[in-house]
């Protein structure tokens, strides 16, 4: 049986993730799906749906993945929890991987690994959702299937994580890590997440990531971020810029300040 688009667009992501290329995506805060027909236009590389810090339920969920099948643009959903029922939402509604919050030890990784896979996991199994193309997929080539295209990031953003990085780091599933400059900034009482302190984690985050050859995503607030550079030159490959709110509200500001004057 021939692998659908949708297949091939996921193959392509994990495999430009994996490879180190440079990607370009953002948050989605509402549960709408205009916004993801819009990024994928402007050419964006990939969404995450933010599950965890905005207001979705499984049906936005499962709509939002709907629209990045039409919007031909991978999807990546940021789970509120490690919860499997969580994880196996998000990839049942067809989302190309997880992002899972809060990954600050080697057990906790291999646990969401688990849960993100059917060989040697524990991903309950159906083909009868979008993942499986609606029972198009037979059982194996299903299990198959979402065992080689599904991504795994983890989220650093735990000053626990920092003294067993290379324990996370090499537990087998993983495909990347995201640098969770925000909640490392607020658990270290560091004003910012440019602050010296912060920037020292970071490297120790990247030196360990390079380490281990695993890829780097990190948030920033616009492409003319001064932190964009910086996070560059230390490896992290991937940027996820703003928000789609944020976006709005940028271009809001922006526009009230054209028509003062």
Do not use: W
């Not at 550079?229 to 500001?253: C, K, P, T, Y």
């Amino acid at each position: 049986m021939s692998a659908s688009p949708h297949a091939e667009l996921q193959r392509r992501f994990r495999a430009r993730l994996t490879a180190g290329e440079a990607l370009l995506g953002t948050f989605l805060k509402t549960p709408t799906s205009h916004a993801t027909e819009i990024l994928g236009a402007a050419g964006f590389d990939f969404v995450v749906v933010d599950a965890e810090h905005a207001p979705f339920a499984e049906d936005d969920i499962d709509r939002l993945m709907l629209a990045a099948r039409a919007a031909a643009i991978p999807s990546i959903v940021r789970v509120a929890s490690a919860a499997e029922d969580k994880i196996q939402t998000a990839l049942d509604c067809g989302a190309a991987g997880v992002l899972v919050p809060h990954v600050y030890s080697a057990e906790r990784l291999r646990g969401i690994v688990a849960a993100s896979r059917f060989k040697g996991g524990r991903r309950g199994f159906s083909n009868s959702p979008r993942a499986g193309e609606y029972g198009r997929l037979g059982f194996a080539e299903h299990m198959a299937n979402a065992d080689n295209l599904t991504a795994v990031i983890a989220m650093i953003e735990d000053p626990e994580a920092l003294d067993v990085l290379d324990d996370i780091f090499a537990v087998e599933g993983l495909t990347a890590a995201f640098i969770g400059r925000g909640d490392l900034s607020a658990r270290l009482g560091a004003p910012n997440v440019s602050h010296p302190q912060v920037r020292a984690v970071v490297e120790r985050i990247t030196a360990s990531a390079r380490q281990h050859r695993i890829p780097l995503i990190a948030h920033v607030g616009g492409g003319d971020d001064p932190d964009v550079s910086e996070l560059r030159d230390l490896g992290v490959n991937a940027f996820l810029v703003a928000s789609d709110q944020g976006f709005i509200r940028q271009s809001a500001v922006l526009t009230r300040k054209l028509f003062d004057g």
